[in-house]
């Protein structure tokens, strides 16, 4: 009887064992829940804007799954504004009065209704209620002070998507070592595919002519970034080259440097060269394998003075200080172009290669 009492004891605490087993295996092997994976373009929350706005969102759905649905609300209102896909939003001349919004992004998968995100922002003048899906706005649409706007007025033109437009490429003459590029369109997730192999810290220059403009004085330089390996990355360099009226071309070039682990911008004096700035940036600490928003917004006067205004990277909005000066020289280009540059420079020393993808690369112009 003795013996029986501990073997249903010891085969009771076995029970309860494995069922505390099981229970605590099953919160390590449960899938967490994942937030939105909503990236904001436009407006960035805590920033100030004019309106009629630009609303710019994409979308890739939540829990691992992708969404069926994709809209955004205002304020407390509960009319939905649905985008033109279940992947983006992109409408134009959303007026809104004076004073504190809030814009809220709301995603759909098959399990439901993902986390909502949102974008507060305050808003300087006033303009109609009305909407567009179209791309370009009216050109004749007023425009605030860069000073005052921190997102993509509705007044601007775009390039269209860059990414499987026609792309040149070369070793980049200012850095040192080798550097053999080459590029694929469509490739990963739709997107183009850059790949280089380098030594001694050479970089390789991809670049893309998008369109003819003198006119154009403001740009805003937006894309998505996947690095594969951003260990192998010493510097992520995107520009504008646009060559104004009178012949000359302004360089309106900004770099993510491991070196002075900041956003850097170029400007010309004797020679052109880099100054880091006061916002961190280091592409070797980026995630690896995941799409990054990068949005860069520079402009120039009609004499080539150049002023890089703000960046933002996933969403979090940085003001550059101070960052103005000469950026313009005689390069026999044509007139009007606007040439954008997407750059890589090795990290080793020795030897290495990297992989890297954009997707929905675009240039706004006003």
Request: glycine share 8%.
């Amino acid at each position: 009887m003795k013996n029986d009492a501990y073997s249903y004891l010891g085969q009771a605490a076995k029970r309860l064992t494995l069922v505390a087993l099981a229970c605590f295996s099953g919160l390590l092997l449960a899938k967490p829940a994942l937030a939105a994976d909503i990236t904001v373009a436009s407006p960035i929350n805590g920033t100030t804007d004019e309106s009629p706005l630009w609303v710019r969102a994409h979308n890739m759905g939540c829990d691992g799954l992708q969404p069926t649905a994709f809209g955004f609300t205002i304020d407390n209102s509960s009319a939905l504004t649905r985008g033109a896909t279940a992947h983006d939003i992109d409408v134009i001349k959303v007026g809104m009065a004076a004073g504190t919004h809030t814009i809220h992004f709301k995603s759909w998968t098959s399990n439901g209704a993902c986390p909502t995100v949102s974008s507060t922002i305050h808003v300087v003048g006033s303009g109609s209620t009305s909407s567009s899906s179209n791309t370009t706005a009216a050109s004749s649409a007023t425009v605030a002070s860069s000073a005052t706007v921190s997102s993509i007025p509705s007044s601007a033109r775009n390039s269209g998507i860059l990414d499987g437009k026609y792309w040149a490429f070369e070793k980049d003459a200012g850095t040192p070592g080798t550097g053999r590029g080459s590029t694929v369109y469509p490739s990963f997730d739709g997107a183009r595919k850059f790949y280089m192999t380098y030594s001694r810290h050479g970089g390789v220059r991809w670049h893309n002519s998008s369109a003819k403009d003198a006119s154009a004085t403001h740009f805003i330089y937006d894309t998505y970034v996947y690095l594969a390996n951003p260990s192998q990355v010493a510097n992520l360099e995107l520009d504008v080259n646009h060559v104004m009226a009178d012949g000359r071309t302004v360089i309106l070039a900004t770099q993510c440097s491991s070196y002075s682990r900041t956003w850097e911008y170029s400007i010309r004096n004797s020679r052109t060269h880099w100054m880091r700035t006061s916002i961190p940036c280091n592409p070797k600490n980026w995630s690896a394998k995941t799409w990054h928003h990068i949005q860069i917004a520079s402009h120039h006067t009609t004499s080539g003075t150049v002023t890089y205004d703000w960046v933002n990277v996933d969403g979090k909005h940085s003001t550059f200080s101070h960052a103005t000066g000469v950026g313009a020289e005689h390069l026999g280009w044509q007139r009007g172009t606007i040439l954008l540059n997407f750059q890589i420079d090795g990290a080793s020393s020795g030897s290495g290669s990297v992989t890297a993808y954009i997707h929905k690369m675009t240039i706004f112009r006003w």
